[in-house]
């Protein structure tokens, strides 16, 4: 029930202030768009609640980015308006990079690579010709895979998978054209199904399913063009009760 992203659409374009947050609801990003580009200072914040970057963008192009360090101050401060390529590495205090990437006018020309203090690869976030485009990859901080999937041309496409610290399938989703138009799928640490969310044009849409541990189905949910309409009830036998309207202020029980 997090939201993980809100924001304002005006004649189908994004307007006014943007912003993402993190799986446990903590702000990681804020924009401001005028006419679908952005402009003005866009900020990055760590999941520790940490500023990481600002950018200044003037009509949607990168101008400059100012990285901090854990005590807000200015770590280092880039001038993209400059010509040719300018390699962008941050470093952890004893030296060792944790943050690298290059760019050209303000456009990212390599993937952006965040690394942990012993160098192993903490993000891969892939860019080309400044949009996203290829493999992105994370990892827990133990090391193991979390999150594999694929950009093109600056939108996420194909079959996108999380993972648990000990590989097993953490949810799954598909994506096309940027948006999630299929099936996507949780699940519960010991491999059985959480939900099943039905999704059309990026909204719900369709029934929705959800499980307790061990396969039990508790609820379907019914969505119509992301608003939820309807649902239903399991008893104790697994029976599902009738369809019921969704009315104001209702409370479920399963």
Not at 29 to 38: A, P, T
Request: negative net charge.
């Amino acid at each position: 029930g997090l939201i993980l992203q809100e924001g304002f659409f005006v004649d189908g374009m994004r307007e006014q202030v943007w912003k993402t947050y993190y799986a446990d609801g903590t702000l990681e990003n804020e924009n401001f768009y005028l006419r679908d580009q952005l402009v003005g200072i866009s900020q990055e914040n760590l999941i520790t609640k940490d500023l990481y970057n600002e950018t200044d963008y003037v009509n949607g192009r990168r101008t400059s980015m100012r990285f901090y360090s854990s005590n807000r101050k200015i770590e280092v401060d880039f001038d993209l308006t400059k010509p040719g390529y300018q390699t962008v590495e941050l470093l952890f205090p004893n030296g060792k990079a944790r943050y690298r990437t290059s760019l050209s006018c303000g456009e990212f020309t390599d993937d952006i690579q965040y690394l942990l203090p012993d160098q192993r690869l903490w993000i891969v976030d892939p860019r080309k010709n400044g949009i996203n485009h290829g493999t992105y990859k994370s990892y827990h901080l133990t090391g193991e895979l979390q999150t594999q999937g694929e950009y093109m041309n600056g939108e996420k496409i194909g079959l996108w998978n999380w993972y648990y610290p000990d590989g097993k399938l953490s949810s799954s989703a598909f994506f096309q054209n940027g948006k999630q138009d299929s099936i996507s799928t949780h699940f519960f640490d010991d491999g059985s199904v959480s939900d099943r969310i039905r999704y059309m044009d990026d909204e719900r849409h369709g029934k929705s399913e959800i499980y307790c541990t061990g396969g039990h189905l508790l609820a379907e949910k019914m969505f119509v063009n992301g608003r939820f309409t309807e649902f239903r009830l399991s008893d104790k036998s697994g029976k599902l009760s009738a369809w019921k309207p969704v009315e104001l202020n209702m409370v479920m029980e399963a």
